[in-house]
């Protein structure tokens, strides 16, 4: 059951240009999304996350946008770097107290 | 750095014995979360605790188990291991107030041969 789900396993950009992660949700009771960046042999880092009240929110060079009628999620990372290259996770957490991922992204920045 | 510590980063072991995986949640977080990470998997949620008290279970088998001590920190226990366990076991806390994050820790790689 996979209430999270990230369709594209790997994804590469020209560094400079806009990398864009896709994530897809089923259960309309997730009320907050996040997303997390992991690079090898590290936990997950905590990027950005909103709330299903809003439909956008940004921090310096990333924006997620939610589209709660689509019941789905993007990442936009602008301008892309090669420090960004690792591998992209987002999460929804409803009021079970449960946060559910998705089996990730990986993004390759090409310099 | 996350603030959120576990220990020990690499374990290898036999099948059929048992391990204990440490973490320490950030300064002030109260919930702590076990998730299971295997061969590039996504992030299985395990176990939740808030302030001592188990919150939530995800898929987590009967041969593990877990607790969070009155100092906030937690233990998850993993007993008659079997060589599939092997997998990264990441720890993550947060203030567990509505809409905060989680914050990992590096994760605890197991391998059971």
């Known amino acids: 059951d996979q209430q999270v789900k990230q369709n594209s396993p790997s994804l590469s950009v020209q560094e400079g240009r806009i990398s864009i992660l896709n994530c897809d949700y089923t259960?309309?009771?997730?009320?907050?999304f996040l997303w997390y960046k992991k690079y090898p042999a590290e936990g997950p880092t905590f990027l950005i996350s909103?709330?299903?009240?809003?439909d956008k929110n940004e921090d310096g060079r990333f924006t997620v946008f939610l589209n709660k009628s689509a019941k789905h999620l993007s990442l936009h990372i602008v301008p892309s770097q090669p420090g960004d290259s690792a591998v992209y996770f987002c999460?929804?957490?409803?009021?079970?107290?449960?946060?559910?991922f998705g089996t990730g992204t990986r993004l390759k920045v090409l310099a | 750095d996350s603030g959120v510590t576990q220990t020990p980063k690499h374990l290898i072991t036999a099948t059929g014995q048992r391990v204990t995986l440490r973490c320490s949640p950030r300064s002030g977080d109260l919930s702590v979360y076990w998730y299971q990470q295997s061969l590039d998997q996504g992030l299985q949620f395990l176990i939740q605790y808030y302030n001592g008290e188990e919150r939530a279970k995800g898929n987590i088998l009967e041969r593990f188990s877990a607790q969070q001590f009155p100092d906030l920190h937690s233990e998850l226990n993993l007993s008659s291991l079997e060589l599939g366990d092997s997998a990264l076991y990441f720890c993550?806390?947060?203030?567990?107030?509505?809409?905060?994050?989680?914050?990992f820790g590096n994760g605890t790689r197991l391998t059971v041969t």
């Open positions: 259960n309309s009771m997730f009320d907050y």
């Open positions: 993550a806390s947060s203030a567990g107030t509505v809409n905060s994050p989680l914050h």
């Open positions: 999460a929804a957490h409803s009021g079970t107290y449960k946060y559910i």
């Open positions: 909103i709330s299903s009240i809003k």
